[in-house]
């Protein structure tokens, strides 16, 4: 026992929790022209970004992401709150200092920013020189940023010769090129088809775990945070609604904003014509709609043998099963044909177990059927 060992042999050392690469404290942004509407684009946003973490936040389109993203290295000043990176305060200092902290804090977009006129080793170079770096030591660091990013051999093209995912990987080494502590994504994978995407979501969690690099990372796409995420900030009309561990959103979700998204990425979204003749209340003839999240070893199979046994009749809706943090992950939505005492008692069980339940309503068994 840790305890016990510390008691018998030499004191411990107190626990530090990790520091915060990120910490955003009453955040407030207010865009409004005069003469036109204000929209709050920022409504008091308080979130701590772990170092070492890659956090992705998702949200609607116009939710404020990237408002968010750009309040973090103050490229949008917010109207109110306090923007604090690596320990520093940066809404104190001023612009001299700002450009110095702002080395620290890389950034990639959706549209790669890549200038045409100069080559891949130049436009990553660009960043050094911008930098101040002295000349001598640009060509090595260029040269050691490409083979990290998979480009050795495209060091003299130019952008137009590049495709989507290597234009991206250009984006990465220039932003990663001065060192930076944290890398900011906006969108970085939007316009890069699946399969890039996955190879983009790989080259980013690489180096997260090679370099201990701390990413702050928007998207639209749960799969993007499926895929390369450990924490979850669900961001609605400017305002955090939800926030998390990647497993525990996915298999626990609580806000319905969250649960729309992951409808989405699962599959589970309900189908129109159901979805119109679904009813609170059951009538007879009816069947109950229920949506189900589970991961690992409660997978679908086992599942729906429990509800078989009990004497449930299930009907599989919609649903797929894809792997979280190398576990099966599970989503369903099944009809469920039976009493309401042994559905509910079933209900019960399986929630105990760990899936998360939710319940969407009535439906009649005929309509389930026809689809
Ligand atoms: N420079 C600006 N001037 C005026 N309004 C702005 C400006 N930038 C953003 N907004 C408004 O602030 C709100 C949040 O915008 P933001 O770009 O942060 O959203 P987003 O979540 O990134 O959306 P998307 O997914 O479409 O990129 C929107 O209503 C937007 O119209
Ligand atoms: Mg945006």
Partial sequence: MAIASAVAGSPVPALTPPADMIRLEGLRKIFGAKGKPQVTALDGIDLAVPAGSITAIIGPSGAGKSSLLRAVNLLE????????????DLTALDEASLRRARQSIGMIFQHFNLLANRTVSGNVALALELAGWQKARIAPRVTELLALVGLSDKADQYPAALSGGQKQRVGIARALAPQPQLLLCDEATSALDPETTRQILAL?????????????????EMSVVREVADHVVVLEAGRIV????????????????????????TGTQLPERLAVHVSPV????????????????????????????????????????????????TAL????????????????RLRADGCDIEELGYVAADAVAAG
Avoid at 77 to 88: F, L
Avoid at 204 to 220: A, E, F, M, P
Wanted: proline content about 5%; glycine content about 14%; cysteine-free.
């Fill in 204 to 220: 980013i969690r690489q180096i997260n775990q090679q370099l201990g690099l701390t990413v702050l990372l928007i998207t639209h």
């Fill in 333 to 348: 939505v099944l009809a469920l044909d039976g009493s309401e005492n042994t559905i509910n008692n079933m209900v019960t």
């Fill in 77 to 88: 000043r917010p109207d109110a709150g306090t923007v604090t990176v690596g320990g520093t």
């Fill in 282 to 329: 059951a009538r007879a003839g009816d069947v109950r709609l229920v949506r189900l999240h589970a991961l690992g070893a409660i997978a679908a199979g086992p599942i729906l043998g429990r509800l078989a046994e009990a004497g449930i009749g299930a009907g599989l809706v919609a649903g797929r099963v894809q792997p979280l943090k190398g576990q099966p992950f």
């Fill in 242 to 265: 939800e926030q998390g561990d990647v497993t525990r959103i996915f298999t626990h979700p609580h806000h319905p904003t969250t649960r729309h998204f992951l409808s989405g990425e």
